[in-house]
């Protein structure tokens, strides 16, 4: 099984001063006294745990998801949660409820069809950033493209500003997503859609941050994704991109960035921590 650092910890000097290191996947030796002391305590805890009890670990955020039931929005919850933040999972159907509670998120039911800006606006408010996952994933065609990713993303950003959660994280898409093939007309729109979308986030007031990934995947994650302001086209695994976000919610000085990702080497915490 290939090592890995705690995935909480921040990269370089601080992961040395938290004392993790690299250890098997399947957790986290934390040394609390240097090897060179006379008593050394090694033990294993999930990811993070020791450095959340040292008082070293993120900030404990409080996070509403708006596509909380879709793919990336699952493992989001479920990684999210595992690392002590307090996750609000907004999903449509009332079945999709036991599920994200199992995740140990706190099921919130809506329908952006149906909420209106200030009933939204409720439900968002004492959480500190809104991740929104939510597409019409091409079903109903361009008219539930246009109002899902579309004007259910504004009605998000209205609900966001109203109920004063300073931080907004949208999933967006790679503009060469199609590039070289033949568009329907339906991609063409969602294309569209997605672009006025990132253009209506980028001008709000929010501390925004747009994640563009590119062809996501449902293979495991790897830990590892390639991330820049421009980078060349390629896939993701959907779990790598909700890791990303995760390390977003954890650094909240990258804000007001559009930021591509897709499949690469580097941790995926340290590939968010540049911008
Ligand atoms: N496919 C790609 O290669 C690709 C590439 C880049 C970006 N993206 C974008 O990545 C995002 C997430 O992808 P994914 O694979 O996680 O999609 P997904 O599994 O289809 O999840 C989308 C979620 O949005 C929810 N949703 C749809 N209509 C809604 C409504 N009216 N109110 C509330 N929630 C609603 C769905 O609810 P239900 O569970 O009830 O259906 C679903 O849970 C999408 O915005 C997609 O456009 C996709």
């Known amino acids: 099984m290939p090592a890995r650092h705690c995935a909480g910890c921040p990269p370089s000097s601080s992961r040395q001063r938290h004392g993790c290191r690299p250890v ?7 040394r609390l006294f240097k090897p060179s002391s006379a008593i050394t305590f090694g033990f294993y805890a999930p990811p993070h745990t020791v450095c ?8 404990v955020s409080r996070i509403f998801v708006i596509g909380a039931a879709g793919k990336i929005g699952r493992a989001l919850v479920q990684q999210a949660a595992a690392r002590g933040h307090r996750v609000s999972a907004m999903h449509r159907s009332a079945e999709q409820s036991a599920d994200l509670s199992a995740l140990d998120a706190q099921p919130v039911q809506g329908d952006l069809l149906q909420l209106q800006p200030d009933a939204l606006g409720t439900l968002m408010q004492d959480h500190d950033v809104v991740v929104f996952t939510a597409g019409a994933g091409g079903k109903g065609g361009p008219a539930m493209t246009d109002a899902i990713d579309g004007r259910g993303l504004e009605l998000s950003v209205a609900a966001a500003v109203q109920a004063q959660v300073p931080r907004f994280l949208l999933v967006s898409a790679f503009p060469e997503a199609g590039r070289g093939k033949h568009l329907s007309d339906t991609f063409e729109n969602y294309m569209a859609v997605k672009k006025a979308a990132d253009v209506h986030l980028a001008s709000s007031s929010l501390d925004w941050v747009i994640l563009r990934p590119g062809t996501l995947t449902d ?18 695994p959907r779990a790598d991109v909700a890791a990303a976000l995760v390390a977003l919610v954890e650094q909240p000085q990258v804000r007001r960035r559009i930021i591509e990702l897709t499949g690469g080497r580097t941790p995926v915490f340290e590939a968010l921590h540049q911008f």
């Open 24 to 30: 098997p996947a399947s957790g986290v030796i934390a």
């Open 52 to 59: 959340q009890f040292i008082g070293m670990g993120p900030r």
């Open 219 to 236: 293979a495991a994650g790897t830990g590892r994704v390639h991330a820049g302001l421009a980078i060349a086209y390629g896939e993701v």
